[in-house]
């Protein structure tokens, strides 16, 4: 995926604060609160609100903590638990501090993990050493500590690679690898499991089952990473397995096939598990090039479709996904892979699918001599403004967390101050289900540490609240855009900044949103 891989080659081939609460208003026919607040009984003030594309009302966006060869998190091997924790925390409050929602942390990079698991080895980016535990099971905390932020936590999983540094010698007592050799094939100095066999769609299955079923996370994602970019190992030698499966297909066309088929299964299997929980695939930027296929983008890098063989577009006709992030690590104007060609071309495949579009962004090449526009400060926020004329782009995802909080020329607070001035609430899919929570009741302001306070009773079914303060006008826009919007909260309490009148809703896991309630402060 983003693990070093030059951008050339590939081509070539407001701040809400943690803890943060949530502000209910009355409900219909409550009596007025006591207190410095005076609720409004008379009908709200109507206005024709048309949405403003600089306040989207859903919107994801991401960002991507890799912990495969320590890139993001832990920041090196052998920390003590409370470094780890504290790293990961600030991880998350840089996140929140640019209006990011979500976060995807590889809990899985080469059939590892960085859970207790009795399935796989303890990941050796915790110790140091495969297989050491590291005296606590990290993923409850991981999980925790984002929700409590109102971050959705994927838990992002690669699904063949057997290991990252060499063959099996060098993997613990008991690794899968180990305990069944005849699943893997050597190649280019790193051990995968062969996508040919059954057995080896079973095992991926059971563990991103046993993870969903386990701990309280939103979304299941993979990467880019399926059968291996091609290298300087020769052939894949999957021929054994070809020739007992193949069946008659093309090898192109199995390999595919066996893609298909896994990322399928693990789509039943996640959401029988838990239906709310998401799952999406993050596929390398090109699909095909329009020179090898019609349907292709107008592009000459290298296909995914050919070299790897991952075919996202099948994923997204059959449904098999939830959503789609593809990697467009290339810049406006990079003639192999223009991003202005290929965002829009992404937008076509999932139009009327109902699979969600969000763009992977690129935040590891500001700053990098890969291509003179990446010296650009502006470059991503220049992204983002072409993907507001595609209603189809329903979010971004920053690879990687590092690159985020370390913003190069300033290139995230151009992204935050020209397309996250506000908070976003995340895009629903409908086939997750979910249902919105009763308007909130119990509304009152009151005496803060530091000045006025939001409090309400907690909504039956709410994880996070949204709170919007009206403008002087009276209008209320609230259900267009997000650009009366101003904080989402995870507590029933909000300090009031400044006085008005004040909307607050309820949001369920999904962010189904209820209908407001209303106060307003002197």
Same mark, same amino acid.
Do not use: F, I, M
């Given at each position: 995926m983003r693990t070093g891989r030059p951008l050339l080659a590939a081509a070539a081939l407001a701040v809400l604060t943690t803890g943060a609460a949530f502000v209910f208003g009355p409900g219909p026919g409550e009596p007025p609160a006591a207190g410095s607040a005076k609720k409004k009984t008379a009908a709200a003030p109507v206005a024709s609100c048309e949405a403003d594309a600089r306040y989207p009302k859903r919107q994801l966006r991401g960002v991507w903590i890799a912990t495969v060869k320590n890139i993001d998190w832990p920041s090196k091997t052998g920390l003590t638990p409370e470094r780890q924790r504290a790293e990961y925390v600030r991880i998350l409050d840089g996140a929140v501090k640019r209006r990011l929602n979500a976060v995807f942390v590889q809990v899985r990079p080469a059939s590892d993990a960085l859970y207790r698991s009795s399935l796989e080895p303890w990941s050796q980016y915790l110790t140091g050493t495969a297989g050491k535990d590291p005296g606590w099971d990290p993923l409850p905390f991981l999980v925790a500590e984002a929700h409590k932020r109102g971050l959705e936590f994927h838990a992002w999983f690669n699904p063949y690679r057997a290991s990252y540094d060499g063959g099996a010698g060098k993997l613990p007592a008991g690794h899968p690898a180990r305990e069944h050799p005849g699943w893997t094939v050597a190649y280019d100095g790193r051990l995968y499991f062969n996508p040919g066999l059954p057995q080896v769609r079973e095992?991926?299955?059971?563990v991103v089952t046993d993870v969903v079923k386990r701990y309280d996370v939103d979304g299941v994602h993979f990467d880019d990473y399926f059968y291996p970019y091609p290298g300087q190992g020769g052939a894949f030698d999957d021929r054994a397995a070809f020739a007992k499966y193949g069946k008659g297909r093309s090898l192109a066309d199995w390999r595919r096939r066996n893609v298909d088929t896994l990322v399928a299964e693990v789509d039943a299997a996640v959401h029988a598990a838990k239906k709310h929980v998401k799952f999406g695939i993050s596929p390398f930027g090109i699909w095909r090039n329009k020179a090898q296929d019609p349907a292709g983008s107008a592009t000459s890098g290298m296909s995914a479709y050919d070299s790897i063989y991952a075919d996202a577009r099948a994923w997204i006709k059959a449904g098999t996904v939830d959503y789609v992030i593809p990697q467009l690590y290339w810049p406006i104007g990079f003639k192999a892979a223009d991003y202005k060609v290929l965002m829009p071309w992404w937008a076509r495949q999932v139009k009327g699918t109902g699979v969600d579009l969000y763009i992977g962004q690129a935040a590891y090449q500001v700053g990098t001599p890969t291509?003179?526009?990446?010296?650009? =400060?502006?470059?991503?926020?220049?992204?983002?403004? %072409?993907?507001?004329g595609h209603k189809q782009v329903g979010g971004d995802v920053y690879f990687s967390a590092k690159n985020v909080l370390d913003n190069p020329l300033g290139a995230m607070d151009r992204v935050v101050a020209g397309h996250y001035a506000r908070p976003a609430l995340l895009p629903l899919i409908k086939e997750r289900g979910g249902d919105a929570?009763?308007?909130?009741?119990?509304?009152?302001?009151?005496?803060?540490?530091?000045?006025?306070? %939001?409090?309400?009773? =907690?909504?039956?079914g709410a994880r996070a609240y949204a709170v919007y303060r009206l403008p002087a006008s009276g209008a209320d826009c609230h259900t267009e855009d997000a650009r009366d919007l101003v904080a989402l909260v995870t507590t029933p309490s909000f300090a009031v900044p400044k006085p008005g009148t004040y909307l607050v809703t309820a949001l369920d896991r999904l962010q189904h949103e209820s209908d407001a309630a209303r106060v307003t402060v002197r």
């Open positions: 095992h991926v299955v059971k291509d003179k526009a990446w010296s650009k =400060p502006g470059e991503l926020a220049a992204q983002l403004t %072409l993907n507001r929570p009763a308007t909130p009741v119990g509304l009152k302001a009151g005496a803060g540490k530091e000045g006025a306070a %939001l409090t309400w009773t =907690p909504s039956e």
